[in-house]
């Protein structure tokens, strides 16, 4: 064969850019669009910065930036503790051993998740306070009065961590689940006992998986902010809240959100660190030995079951029988009328901004699945970074480009008020790029289940990009977008810090609702909105793992 | 004879030039043939193709598909438009689609896309199937309709990758008779992947060899077999034993130094000494393998030489040799 040495000439400089423009089409176009519309609110928040901090910035440093960074990082220590003890040592227990109400208990673990932080926090300071359910508990034994102080930055840490550790447990478990068992097996042939193997094996390989779940968890943390506000702990968010809200400086407001945004950026660095040192994969085999868990003797049964229903009872049984005793208390004064013409926006919301949602990690997926430059290709995947962008951040990245946009409109004489800043445009665009993420994954994985090849013979077969996204791969994907839809549609209707900020002065939401008669001292009639919110976020956690044990 | 596809200096690597999947890619193939490309895996066969079809962009150099450039530094035109009909490893049947929607899929533009799509379906045998389901059918049959698929809008040029590699052994050759056959009834222009040099020797005009992303070899299968321009290529077709220095002298073969030389296993005979070269051998271990067996022998000078052999050896020592014309000898 006659070489024509076109192997250097091909990565000249002159290639690479006639390939580039060969390669640009109008994906490449949208794709970039679609991430800038995302990445508008950090990048608000970065140039922002340059025109210096409000008036209260040197107070804030001098006096209140370390209670800031204390609190947060006491905060983040302590649920860390709570969430890894409560979370990897239930997973395990589930995976390793048979006891009775194991596969009750299985799925039970996740369903502290349907509570929101703060709804979390209304319920244990009322559970533990002067007459609370659990004085009334002790009274028999001679115990009056006792009030646990929940107050502070000890019992904010037990309301998020128990709150939040199905995290760290669903993550845990799946790779128990897929990974750990062949090889405690082999460990324990070569003669290492049970709790050995545990230590020195199962669990620093389970480490990537664990730290991915805990991370998640340090994010919904900083991103709080109903729970820490009424437990009256100063965190960034608070802070965030007060410069905005009470001294009125969103400059401030900006340099609080730049510094809460580094910290995230560098746990998000950090993550990526830990899992590219420790690529722990082993090949799956098909069957791990989860019929063989070990059967100790009925009392130990007794207590492992114990042991492992205790985190369901304090994160979801407890925090619901105070909810509905208050509610019995409070049914005639809040439930009425007003209560559903609420719930009715509320779900309305969450629906609309849930279908957006979807449709633009749709959108940011498929444009950058056709866009022909890799590079651009690897760049989408930022597109998802808003989720670790907490609420509040968001709410405020969005709110000052909206702000001057609007402003522009008038002057302009294009309108007489505003248009897109307090109103739902505003609220649902902040959605959007907060929950991207949320939607993007089970929509991407549902999308690599489809084998490429199918979509790549509808293209070969005559068939333009769209056409091949409507009659092959969206019939293939309904599973992935449901699931997609449901989860956003639950973190919308949750969603606190954001919506407070950002949503029109005459609309409500259920947790708005709740966040308003829980700070108007009424925690009692916060109750029934409550309710509703984890009502709702039931089913789906409930629906979801009964999928991801039917797959898993 | 015109030429369907002409392929000039293609290049393509995934790593921005630090490794390449494919490089300097040279060949062309006439109308009516079947061609094979053949290698190992990570050969750069699949991008070959991919380029070919237009799923992905070339980095370097050219594809000409019936005599207009697709694919250039300037320009590539999408799969959709180059109408090429492809069979899929994994055949990629569309799984909620019956038998007859999915051969009716590239039909869109035709008059009597029903006629042709039956006509397609009878063609690979699967008549009384239409109405099924991609999930409904077996391997084999699954294969059948991916084929009567790309075969329906009558494409210029058809593409198979690795087509009988998800098929077991049995199925493999009866099929690929099958398969071939159809393709031959068209008249359709053919090229096929695989990693088996059975299949490519048994059905392709010309076979087309990759090593390391790199065009080694293109020619007739007859001359492939019997003129490698390789080792390589040599060893892809069969056993091959190396003739290294140690080995010629152990059978006083006056053969070049500074060549490379090679033997077929097969062309080594065993208990003869009509051979033009033959040396004593002692047997220092034997491994059953049902029809045949191996050998591992020293030979008179202390070389070792490993033969597989289908004849009865009896004792601990015998004479093997073999002849000059049976020698193949490369370049390099």
């Not at chain 1, 006096?63 to 003890?85: A, Q, W």
């Not at chain 2, 809008?153 to 049995?170: G, H, K, Q, T």
């Not at chain 2, 002298?249 to 051979?275: G, M, W």
């Amino acid at each position: 064969m006659k070489q024509v040495g076109s192997n250097k000439e091909s990565f000249s400089l002159k290639n690479r850019l006639q390939r580039g423009i060969r390669d640009l089409n109008k994906w490449t176009v949208f794709t970039v669009l679609i991430l800038l519309f995302i990445a508008v609110p950090v990048i608000t928040i970065f140039f922002k910065l340059f025109d210096g901090p409000g008036e209260s910035w040197e107070h804030i440093t001098n006096y209140l930036l370390i209670d800031y960074l204390k609190n947060s990082l006491y905060l983040s220590f302590l649920c860390t503790l709570i969430t890894l003890f409560s979370g990897v040592f239930s997973a395990w227990i589930v995976t390793r051993f048979e006891f009775p109400l194991r596969t009750y208990l299985e799925w039970l673990l996740i369903i502290p998740l349907a509570i929101p932080g703060y709804i979390m926090a209304y319920a244990y300071a009322g559970f533990f306070d002067y007459g609370g359910i659990f004085s009334w508990l002790l009274s028999p034994l001679g115990i009056e009065n006792l009030k646990l102080d929940m107050m502070n930055v000890v019992g904010l840490s037990f309301v998020l961590g128990i709150s939040l550790f199905p995290y760290v447990y669903v993550s845990a478990r799946a790779f128990f689940l897929t990974q750990a068992l062949n090889l405690l097996e082999a460990s324990r042939l070569l003669g290492v006992s049970e709790t050995k193997s545990f230590f020195k094996l199962v669990f620093p390989l389970a480490r990537p998986a664990i730290v991915a779940g805990l991370v998640l968890v340090l994010m919904e943390v900083l991103n709080d902010y109903g729970a820490a506000e009424y437990y009256g702990v100063n965190t960034f968010t608070t802070g965030i809240f007060r410069s905005w809200f009470s001294l009125e400086e969103p400059e401030t407001a900006i340099y609080l959100s730049a510094l809460l945004l580094s910290i995230v950026f560098v746990l998000i660095i950090l993550e990526k660190y830990q899992r590219r040192k420790m690529q722990y994969t082993t090949p799956k085999s098909g069957k791990t030995s989860i019929d063989h868990r070990i059967k100790l003797s009925y009392p130990k049964q007794i207590v492992l079951c114990v042991l492992v229903s205790l985190p369901v009872i304090l994160g979801f049984v407890i925090p619901v029988i105070q909810l509905v005793q208050w509610a019995v208390r409070t049914f005639n004064e809040v439930f009425n009328k007003d209560l559903l013409w609420l719930s009715l926006q509320s779900f309305g919301i969450a629906f609309v901004a849930a279908c957006f949602t979807v449709l633009f990690a749709l959108l940011l997926l498929y444009f950058s699945k056709w866009n022909k430059i890799y590079s651009v290709q690897s760049a989408s995947k930022l597109g998802v970074l808003g989720y670790a962008i907490p609420g509040a951040v968001v709410a405020i990245g969005v709110m000052v480009p909206t702000l001057s946009l609007d402003k522009s409109f008038i002057e302009w004489g294009w309108a007489s008020k505003f248009i897109i800043n307090g109103t739902l445009i505003a609220l649902v665009y902040a959605y959007v790029v907060r929950f991207l993420a949320v939607a993007y994954q089970p929509l991407e994985s549902s999308s690599l289940k489809v084998n490429s090849s199918i979509p790549d013979s509808s293209k070969i077969l005559g068939m333009g990009n769209f056409k091949t996204f409507f009659k092959i791969e969206f019939p293939l994907l309904k599973a992935g977008m449901l699931s997609a839809f449901i989860l956003v549609f639950i973190d919308i209707l949750k969603e606190l810090p954001l919506t407070l900020i950002l949503k029109p002065y005459h609309i409500n939401t259920l947790a708005v609702n709740a966040y308003g008669y829980a700070s108007d001292e009424m925690v009692m009639h916060a109750s029934i909105p409550s309710l509703f919110i984890i009502l709702t976020a039931l089913i789906p956690v409930i629906v979801l793992n009964k999928l991801l044990l039917k797959n898993g | 004879m015109d030429r369907i596809l002409e392929v000039n200096n293609l290049t393509k690597s995934f790593d921005q030039g630090k490794n390449y999947a494919l490089k300097d890619v040279s060949f062309h193939i006439d109308r009516g043939h079947i061609c094979a490309v053949v290698g190992e895996s990570g050969s750069g066969k699949t991008t070959l193709i991919r380029l070919i079809s237009g799923l992905e962009n070339p980095d370097y150099g050219e594809i000409i598909l019936n005599n207009n450039t697709v694919s250039s530094l300037k320009k590539v035109v999408q799969p959709e438009k180059r109408n090429i009909g492809m069979v899929f490893q994994e055949y990629a049947l569309f799984p909620h689609l019956s038998v007859m929607d999915n051969v009716l899929y590239g039909l869109n533009k035709s008059k009597n896309k029903k006629e042709r799509a039956l006509e397609v379906i009878q063609l690979v045998g699967l008549a009384d199937f239409e109405k099924r389901y991609p999930h409904e059918l077996s391997g084999g049959q699954q294969q059948r309709v991916a084929l009567a698929r790309a075969l329906a809008p009558n494409p210029s040029l058809l593409i198979l990758d690795e087509p009988f590699s998800n098929l077991d052994a049995m199925m493999r050759h009866q099929l690929r008779n099958e398969v071939f056959n159809i393709i031959k009834k068209t008249g359709v222009t053919a090229i096929f992947v695989t990693h088996d040099t059975q299949d490519a020797l048994a059905v392709a005009d010309e076979i087309l060899i990759l090593q390391n992303g790199q065009l080694v070899q293109k020619d007739e299968a007859s001359k492939l077999y019997n003129k490698p321009q390789s080792i390589y290529v040599a060893s892809l077709f069969g056993n091959t034993v190396q003739l290294n220095k140690g080995l010629k002298k152990a059978f006083r073969c006056p053969l070049k130094e500074d060549c490379c030389h090679a033997i077929r296993n097969e062309n080594i005979t065993i208990n003869a000494s009509d051979c033009e070269y033959v040396t004593e051998a002692i047997i220092l271990k034997r491994t059953f393998l049902g029809t045949h067996s191996q050998l591992l022998l020293k030979l008179e000078n202390g070389e070792n030489l490993t033969v597989v052999t289908n004849e009865a050896v009896l004792g601990d020592t015998l004479k093997i040799g073999f002849n000059s014309k049976d020698v193949l000898q490369f370049d390099e």
